[in-house]
């Protein structure tokens, strides 16, 4: 059985816990949790199912759907780090545990498990893709474009143009942010909000507040703004650039907790 198990149920959940993922929405996240766990308790040795329940652990944290962000973020370390030790030659478990120390906002590290990954496999687009997002959290936009422009060689599936999109937003460059972003279908509520941002950098007409606020809760009904202050920018000016694009565009942002 391909991707690391020769048990066909284990793989059966994996698969479905995968199809759920891309399907975004916290009870569909908290079923993809379910599944991976699933998978794991069938086959403890399944690598990449600890990489994806890593995953669902850091996309509860970056939605703002975890009680414990600080509790989520080190099972998904853990989880993460487990794939690597179980299969340390498949570029997949790198991949994982990089994209978790993106998240962590531990750049150095994520650079060293990035580049593992590279040197295994250099030919996957969505790696590309999420190394473009580690280098606009970096604030190396031109790296992520460059990045971007790689993987679009490959393959264009829809949150490739979310990537993109953020990356020319970080160069400052809305209107390249909002073509690009106005190319995707039904966007997820971090594309939507990305493109209001845009559109209040450029001045163009926004909807209300009131009108954003709907149009997120009826992606995601218990969708807050708690977390939006939070995401991993390793410039302090980068984040601010973000918040005050958002609260330009009348979106109100719940502060964290001290």
């Given at each position: 059985?391909?991707n690391g ?6 793989y ?9 993922f ?7 996240i ?19 199912a600890y990489g ?18 600080e ?8 989880l ?11 570029y997949y478990?790198?991949w994982n545990?990089?994209t ?13 498990s990035?580049?593992?990954a590279?040197?295994l496999?250099?030919n ?5 893709a999420d ?5 606009s959290y970096?604030?190396e ?29 970080q160069k400052?460059?809305y ?18 909000l990305?493109?209001i941002?845009?559109?209040?950098k ?8 009131e009108?954003?606020l709907?149009?997120?809760?009826s992606?995601?009904?218990?969708w ?9 920018f ?9 918040v005050?694009?958002?609260?330009q565009?009348g ?8």
């Open positions: 059985m391909s198990t020769q048990n066909p149920i284990a059966s959940h994996y698969h479905t816990g995968r199809e759920l891309r399907t975004y929405g916290r009870q569909a908290a079923s993809a949790k379910s599944e991976f766990a699933e998978a794991i308790a069938l086959d403890p040795s399944f690598a990449r994806w329940l890593a995953y669902v652990h850091l996309e509860e944290v970056q939605e703002g759907w975890s009680d414990d962000p509790s989520s973020f080190t099972a998904a370390l853990n993460a780090n487990k794939g690597v030790e179980l299969a340390e030659e498949d478990t790198h545990l990089a978790i120390l993106t998240g962590k906002g531990d750049f150095e590290s994520a650079n060293a990035f580049q593992k590279l040197e496999n250099s996957d687009p969505d790696l590309l190394i473009a997002d580690k280098y970096e604030g936009p031109d790296k992520a474009i460059d990045a971007m422009q790689q993987a679009f060689d490959m393959k264009i599936p829809q949150w490739f143009y979310w990537s993109l999109g953020f990356a020319h937003f400052r460059n209107n390249a942010a909002l073509i690009t972003l106005d190319k995707m279908i039904n966007p997820p509520n971090t594309a939507y990305l493109m941002a845009c559109k209040a450029l001045e163009q007409p926004i909807p209300t507040s009108q954003i709907e149009r997120l809760t992606r995601d009904p218990d807050t703004s708690v977390h939006l202050n939070s995401f991993p390793k410039k302090q000016e980068d984040g601010d650039h973000y005050e694009a958002l609260t565009a979106v109100t942002i719940t502060p964290l907790e001290p």
